[in-house]
Nanobody, 121 residues
């Protein structure tokens, strides 16, 4: 089983910055794609940013130019640097990881518990 530990959420004023972290631990043979999703009040969960094992990144249009996703393959940790935050970025941010437990297991995925990000106007 793989566990994800998210951290870095909090309350920030509009225009401010936060950095989220997602550390994966447990039975990991390989980590494939890692991604951040968010779910705002009365909204569906949406993809914010993703990064492949090779480092290719993808962003939602709403965060392009403001957010940056990265990963440390040694620490099995993904980061989300969020700058120029807006009130509409307020949401619970979830980490999602695609992985294999061993060399013969199928690819599977898991979710973190989520971390609250609140941006005041």
């Amino acid at each position: 089983q793989v566990q994800l530990m998210e951290s870095g959420g909090g309350l920030v004023q509009g225009g401010g910055s936060l950095r989220l972290s997602c550390a994966a631990s447990g039975s990991i043979f390989s980590l494939n794609a890692m991604a951040w999703y968010r779910q705002g009040p009365r909204k569906q969960r949406e993809l914010v940013a993703s990064i492949t094992a090779g480092g290719t990144t993808n962003y939602a249009d709403s965060v392009k130019g403001r957010f940056s996703v990265s990963r440390d393959t040694v620490k099995n940790t993904m980061y989300l640097q969020m700058n120029s935050l807006k009130p509409e970025d307020t949401a619970v941010y979830f980490c999602n990881v695609v992985y294999r437990r061993n060399s013969v297991s199928p690819i599977t995925y898991t979710w973190g518990q989520g971390t609250q990000v609140t941006v005041s106007s």
